[in-house]
């Protein structure tokens, strides 16, 4: 089986523009998480989508979205792009039929976004 | 709150002799807890899982960890380092509560550095 597929790899964006980064997940993954992380504040959760439903999200401005789509492909999208926001970003893909609570996560390879 | 904690930025262990990276949790009700390791440049890669029963868990690569309750702690272990083991290690807790949610909580990672 393919891994969790994440597009692009690496993105250098200037302060105000918005972003767009894609998530593929393992096949029959239904759940997909979003993390960031960053040298300062380590692996944070942005949010997770289930069934095109977002079912948790992290303490994060609204500026950060996400969605999901009927083959449980993720995208997120970050607008008015601040230089905070320069991080490795990662998805991950889950099961998660029912309660999904012991699910494992597994991860995709990030992409790397700069902001200048 | 829950939290993870990792106490040690850094262990450094020769090629051959056991490592050991601890972790410790602080989380109400029952844990579910799980190790990734990450190297440079790619996304989270999971080790093993700790979700109910036996204490001690045996993973991938030769990993395993043991579940303290009494501790609140779930320490990974080997017990022969490889140079190829060198990489960055997280432990991360998934809340028992909150329903059908696959959000981790990350620790703030440990670098393992194996010397040959």
């Known amino acids: 089986k393919a891994g969790v597929t994440q597009t692009p790899r690496y993105l250098i964006k200037t302060r105000g523009q918005q972003v767009t980064l894609s998530c593929s997940p393992i096949?029959?993954?239904?759940?997909v998480s979003w993390y960031q992380q960053t040298p300062g504040q380590g692996l944070q959760f942005l949010f997770e989508?289930?069934?095109?439903?977002?079912?948790n999200k992290g303490n994060f401005p609204g500026r950060f979205s996400g969605r999901q789509f009927s083959n449980s492909r993720s995208e997120m999208n970050v607008s008015t792009l601040e230089l905070g926001d320069s991080a490795l970003y990662l998805c991950?893909?889950?099961?998660?039929?029912?309660?999904?609570?012991?699910?494992?996560?597994?991860f995709g390879p990030g992409t790397r976004l700069t902001v200048l | 709150a829950q939290s993870v904690a990792q106490p040690e930025d850094q262990v450094n262990v020769a090629e051959g002799n056991p490592l050991t990276v601890k972790c410790t949790y602080s989380?109400?009700?029952?844990?579910?807890l799980f190790w990734y390791v990450q190297y440079p440049n790619r996304g989270l890669q999971f080790l093993l899982k700790?979700?109910?029963?036996?204490?001690l868990v045996k993973g991938s690569y030769g990993f395993e960890a043991e579940f303290n309750k009494s501790q609140t702690s779930f320490h990974l272990k080997k017990p022969s380092a490889l140079v190829s083991d060198s990489a960055l290690y997280f432990c991360?807790?998934?809340?028992?509560?909150?329903?059908?949610?696959?959000?981790?909580?990350f620790g703030t990672g440990t670098l393992l550095a194996v010397q040959p």
């Open positions: 989508y289930f069934s095109e439903t977002q079912r």
């Open positions: 700790y979700i109910t029963g036996d204490n």
């Open positions: 989380v109400s009700g029952n844990p579910y």
């Open positions: 096949s029959g993954h239904r759940s």
């Open positions: 991360a807790v998934r809340p028992p509560y909150g329903g059908a949610t696959n959000k981790l909580i």
């Open positions: 991950a893909s889950s099961l998660a039929g029912g309660q999904g609570i012991t699910d494992t996560q597994y």
